[in-house]
């Protein structure tokens, strides 16, 4: 069973910094993608995951400000989030084969909430 369990939310001022760390079981990263999408309000996006051949994407919107990575056992992945904006509050949900679109394919995890304050 492919399980996904998301931590390292928390409410920081803007400019700060969080570390989202998400546990992988059942599956690691060389067979299935994981990837970051966060979810405010009616919108729901694709933040950024890993390939299985190694590869990487994130988003524009938070590109050089967000970094994805994994531990040496593939089974957790980490989101790291520098110079944190209002703007990237959202509930963050860790996924395998999540797809471009939340929740319609792949396992997810229950998300862990971010806020940022001005």
């Known amino acids: 069973e492919v399980q996904l369990v998301e931590s390292g939310g928390g409410s920081v001022l803007a400019g700060g910094s969080l570390r989202l760390s998400c546990r992988v079981s059942?599956?690691?990263?060389?067979?299935?993608?994981i990837g970051w999408y966060r979810h405010s309000g009616n919108k729901c996006e694709l933040v950024s995951n890993l390939?299985?051949?190694?590869?990487?994407y994130v988003a524009e919107s938070v590109k050089d400000r967000f970094t994805i990575s994994q531990n040496n056992a593939k089974n957790t992945v980490y989101l790291q989030m520098n110079s944190l904006k209002p703007e990237d509050t959202a509930l963050y949900y860790c996924?395998?084969?999540?797809?471009?679109?939340?929740?319609?394919?792949?396992?997810w995890g229950q998300g862990t909430q971010v806020t940022v304050s001005s």
């Open positions: 059942g599956v690691t990263s060389d067979e299935a993608e």
């Open positions: 996924a395998a084969d999540g797809g471009i679109r939340c929740f319609v394919s792949g396992h």
């Open positions: 390939n299985r051949d190694g590869g990487w």
